[in-house]
């Protein structure tokens, strides 16, 4: 082979490579699959947001479903005010919204009832001392909370489920829920221990049930629920019995029997329900309190 073809096939040679040479780094990389890219990631999952509400109150009991209950019935609104100023004549119109006051029951419509319902103005004191506990007792121990259920007439109980003594039905009791991120134990252990110290006083009631809803009333001390484990939520309290002077010899006389009265230890001190302790201005009962 001559020089000048020798000399002629390498410079061919030389521009064949740089061609491929530049073709290469033109061409992309082929794509990774995916699952090797994330070895070794796991997908993050975002915490659920806080609504416990969600559990116990549909669309028809929220809040336009009170203001469509308002329109449907224009002569309901004057009741609700009328109810509304007694509450801020006892000094308890703010501890929860008016209109979330009377709820009724989380089943009202498979029971066929009403979302809302205006008790009747006999049973509006037995609320005062329940919502006394609640402003007292329980906000400052597990913050705001909001009211899913609280009178119910005998009909809309019995189909509820409710038992035949159920205070509902009078109005002494609410069923809440914590409106703060709280754990359930964390809400019990909290609740429990002021029950157990302020609950006498007010003859309160306090029941726990699923998840995170939870029962208040005034009518008597007592407690009951369990924890996610099957232990009680509330540890038994034994009440002391009330201590009476001892009779004399010979019989109980007058002045015996006023020692007697005058010596027993009363834990349940009567509160007056129409007591008037606020200076807040009224509000609409209409809008969200």
Known sequence: MSFQVLSAYRGAMRRLLTTLFALALATPAPAQPA??????????????????????VEAGQDEPGYRQWIAKGPWRLGQVRQFHDYLTQSGVSFVAPTWQLLRTASDWRRCGAEPFEVPPQEEWANIVNTLRYVRDHVVPYV?????VSVFRNAALNRC???APESVHKSMSAIDFVPLTPIGREDMMRRLCGEHQRQGPRFNAGLGFYSKMRFHVDSWKYRTW???DHGHLACPKVVMPAPVI????AG???????????????????????????????????????
């Open 160 to 162: 509820a489920g409710g």
């Open 245 to 248: 002077a001892s009779a004399p």
């Open 35 to 56: 699952a090797a890219v994330a070895t070794g990631t796991q997908p993050v999952l975002l915490p659920a947001p806080w609504n416990p509400i969600a559990d116990y």
């Open 225 to 227: 629920g369990r924890d």
């Open 251 to 289: 019989g109980v006389g007058p002045v015996a029997e006023q020692a007697a009265a005058t010596s027993m230890v009363s834990t349940t001190p009567v509160l007056k329900p129409r007591e008037s302790v606020t200076t807040l201005p009224v509000k609409d009962p209409l809008a969200p309190l």
């Open 143 to 147: 913050g705001p909370v909001e009211p």
